[in-house]
């Protein structure tokens, strides 16, 4: 599904601002993507499926505009609807918490480097 190398994925994460490296890493994006994926029930692969196309978007690695392409053909097996609702939970629990802490955020770049 993905052809990112562990250079090009490396070479986002040092470029991301820190508000989202520090949120990967952290055990509230952990949590909501257990809680998004068990509400779906999605099987280990659907999981790690999902972590990873969130990964990438936060990452600068798929194109916001692509992020639904990339949840249709996954291995999620998902209705349309169950593919719109994990979309719309995603967008409430996961982006809108980046959104507002890179909002909240007032580190200067260079001191996050």
Request: no cysteine.
């Amino acid at each position: 599904m993905f052809s990112f190398t562990p250079e090009e994925i490396a070479g986002a994460k040092s470029s991301a601002p820190k508000v989202i490296t520090d949120f990967l890493a952290s055990a509230d994006f952990k949590k909501e993507i257990f809680a998004i994926s068990k509400q779906h029930t999605l099987n280990l692969q659907g999981i790690a499926e999902l972590s990873d196309i969130v990964t990438y978007m936060l990452l600068g690695l798929i194109p916001q505009h692509e992020f639904a392409g990339y949840i249709h053909s996954s291995h999620m097996h998902l209705s349309p609807e169950g593919q719109r609702m994990l979309l719309s939970e995603v967008d409430a629990k996961i982006f809108s918490e980046i959104k507002r802490r890179l909002q909240s955020d007032t580190t200067p770049r260079t001191e996050q480097e």
